[in-house]
């Protein structure tokens, strides 16, 4: 099936700094992208999502930046919390017959204290 | 229901037999997904649901898989013959329109072991 056939990459960042994670997508005339949160043991949750006629978007402690030219998404979570250790997936809305939304390989978040 | 819900939530089963994962998506949304993730890794798209559209299958790793949705209620999934391989976590989800700028919302997960 689509999308992840390789173990995570990990991100380890130090409690109270800021955090990025890149997400590359695949199809140029996807419109909508959403990040999700997964904890171990859950399901994925919602953190933000843009739609394609922005470039960014910001909620609380998280930002989401587009790049439409090199088909480029990322998360920026600002002063990094232990509660914020998870695996980060983004997923993108595919523009064709089915809607279906794609997921993202995956980056595991570890936060150090 | 408030959220999406599967069941069961844990199902071990041996080589060969077959098993039904089920899933109860939040009641209004018309779309439903399935996914598999398998330890560590991603989500696999499987199947997705939309209305009384034909479904799109085209995520199904073999003719073993199957999945049925009743209107824009219940879902099942089916495993034929269960394989090692097919030991994951498989994932429902439901969204109120297509895709279509709406998030999805995810159930807890079936964790399936295959003996």
């Known amino acids: 099936g689509e999308s992840v056939g390789l173990h995570l990459p990990t991100l380890s960042v130090q409690e109270g700094d800021n955090s990025i994670i890149n997400c590359a997508y695949s199809?140029?005339?996807?419109?909508?992208f959403i990040w999700y949160k997964q904890e171990s043991g859950k399901g994925p949750q919602f953190i933000i999502d843009i739609r394609s006629n922005m470039d960014k978007r910001q909620g609380q402690r998280v930002t989401v930046l587009l790049n439409k030219t090199v088909k480029h998404l990322s998360l920026q979570i600002a002063a990094t919390q232990p509660g914020d250790s998870a695996v980060y997936f983004c997923?993108?809305?595919?523009?064709?017959?089915?809607?279906?939304?794609?997921f993202g390989s995956g980056t595991r978040l570890l936060v150090r204290p | 229901g408030a959220g999406v819900s599967q069941s069961p939530s844990n199902k071990v089963t041996e080589k060969g037999k077959d098993v039904e994962l089920r899933c109860d998506p939040i009641s209004g949304h018309t779309a439903l997904y399935w996914y598999r993730q398998r330890l560590g890794q991603g989500l696999e798209f499987l199947i997705y649901f939309q209305g009384n559209s034909a479904p799109d299958k085209s995520g199904l790793p073999s003719d073993r898989f199957s999945a049925e949705r009743t209107g824009e209620s219940v879902s099942t999934l089916t495993i034929q013959r269960t394989q090692q391989e097919d030991s994951a976590v498989y994932l429902c989800?439901?969204?109120?329109?297509?895709?279509?700028?709406?998030?999805?919302?995810f159930g807890q997960g079936t964790r399936l072991t295959v003996v």
């Open positions: 199809n140029s005339a996807s419109d909508y």
């Open positions: 989800a439901s969204s109120l329109v297509p895709g279509g700028n709406t998030e999805a919302f």
């Open positions: 997923a993108e809305n595919r523009v064709d017959s089915s809607y279906k939304l794609i």
